[in-house]
């Protein structure tokens, strides 16, 4: 009984700012959770951070809680949530990086098959590796995050300080010198046979 009158208390002076006594609340509730994160996301530091971030989030919201509810029975629907949208992340970037991965997949191969006309059969993939390397840093690190990294034009600008404008009218630039680049390397190739 002690205990919960403890958890109780904490939690009516965390709703009334108090930072300690949430901080108590952390420690007495954050095993509890890792392991509730961790059955359900097997990556250790996935679900820490998971963790971290229902935290953060019972925090924002424990002007919410009702008085005399079981606050780990709170916190781990708030983690099911946070889990939830991570996972969904995961899937939304997923889709969108095989998208930009199809994308470039597309130009490497419209290249080759503008080229029909060549004997030569190649890897378009290969080829647009070996353009990415002649490309200078600053445009090789645009194509990663983008395409790699997956990263939102908005979020380029952000990173690199730039407009979005900047951002989109130099990586449609870049997009066209890895196209002649791949299109030269295929004339190279063709005129080895």
């Not at 009334?16 to 420690?27: H, P, S």
């Not at 991570?86 to 080759?112: M, P, W």
């Not at 404008?165 to 066209?176: A, D, F, I, K, N």
């Amino acid at each position: 009984m002690t205990v919960k009158f403890d958890i109780e208390s904490d939690i009516k002076t965390a709703r009334d700012g108090d930072t300690v006594a949430f901080g108590r609340l952390i420690r007495e509730h954050e095993k509890m959770l890792l392991a509730f994160a961790l059955y359900r996301m097997p990556v250790r530091e996935e679900a820490k951070e998971v963790v971290q971030d229902t935290f953060i989030r019972a925090y924002e919201q424990i002007a919410e809680f009702r008085p005399g509810a079981d606050f780990g029975v709170w916190l781990r629907s708030i983690c099911r949530y946070m889990i939830l949208n991570r996972v969904h992340e995961y899937t939304r970037r997923k889709q969108k990086h095989d998208n930009y991965k199809e994308q470039l997949s597309i130009l490497a191969v419209q290249v080759v098959h503008a080229n029909q006309d060549m004997d030569y059969v190649s890897d378009p993939y290969a080829q647009l590796a070996e353009c990415m390397t002649k490309l200078p840093d600053q445009s090789r690190e645009l194509i990663v995050d983008r395409y790699h990294n997956t990263l939102s034009i908005h979020d380029i600008s952000e990173k690199t300080g730039r407009t979005t404008t900047w951002v989109t009218s130099t990586l449609h630039r870049v997009r066209g010198v890895l196209r002649t680049c791949i299109e030269k390397h295929l004339k190279e190739k063709n005129n080895e046979q």
